[in-house]
């Protein structure tokens, strides 16, 4: 469901505030780019927000250029180790960093950029993501009650208050959906489907007790 997708991520990004800004700009297309409006509200919330970077690996990082030569994103450590000796031994161009403009559909307006990820960007968010799975799937050195309440932590952040009305007000833009149906339906459905996920994981966890008995009582399963 995109709208949910993209209220998550925008979750990440508004829970990142603390963190510290970075000072660099991505190098970006100006053609692709207008003048952002909205309103003084919403302007001020997405000020706050890493629009120009990814966040990859537990850190936000700057989008990097896509090189003329790359016809399409790989996750070979063959293909990225080609890529760097071809680059080392021609000259190639970098294409700037490319952007999306989130456009409000009630106003016909820009609210914000976003930058479209290379192929750079997208291996190194698949290696992250590689190199991570073994010990997150692995019961023994991150447990299923672990992995639960690390999603309990995520359900209470995004059913605060402040963050359901934050989310209500980028939503409503970016969809351009009255502020009410954003806030009770586009966001709260993902408050739904959270709440229907710790239920069936809190199943796992409570029959993964009970030496995994099934409702048969033959102790399978």
């Not at 639960?148 to 970016?174: C, M, P, W």
């Not at 709440?195 to 099934?214: P, W």
Request: one cysteine or more.
């Amino acid at each position: 469901m995109p709208s949910f997708s993209f209220a998550v991520l925008l979750l990440l990004l508004l829970m990142s505030v603390t963190m510290a800004d970075t000072s660099f700009s991505a190098p970006v297309v100006t053609e692709c780019q207008e003048d952002h409006v909205g309103p003084p509200e919403l302007s001020a919330l997405l000020s706050q927000l890493h629009t120009d970077e990814f966040y990859s690996n537990g850190t936000w990082t700057t989008p990097q250029p896509q090189s003329s030569l790359s016809a399409s994103a790989s996750d070979s450590d063959l293909d990225s180790a080609l890529e760097s000796v071809k680059e080392r031994i021609i000259p190639v161009p970098k294409v700037p960093v490319r952007v999306i403009n989130v456009i409000d559909p009630s106003t016909a307006q820009s609210i914000t950029s976003i930058p479209v990820a290379s192929s750079s960007d997208i291996n190194a968010a698949i290696r992250s993501a590689r190199e991570a799975q073994p010990a997150w799937s692995d019961d023994t050195i991150t447990s299923i009650e672990e992995r639960v309440g690390y999603f309990h932590t995520f359900r209470e952040l995004y059913n605060k208050e402040e963050n359901q009305r934050d989310l209500a007000l980028i939503l409503s833009a970016e969809m351009g959906s009255p502020i009410d149906f954003a806030r009770e339906n586009q966001v709260g459905v993902g408050s739904f489907i959270m709440d229907n996920f710790l239920e069936i994981m809190e199943d796992v966890v409570k029959n993964n007790g009970n030496g995994g008995d099934n409702d048969d009582g033959n102790g399978e399963g």
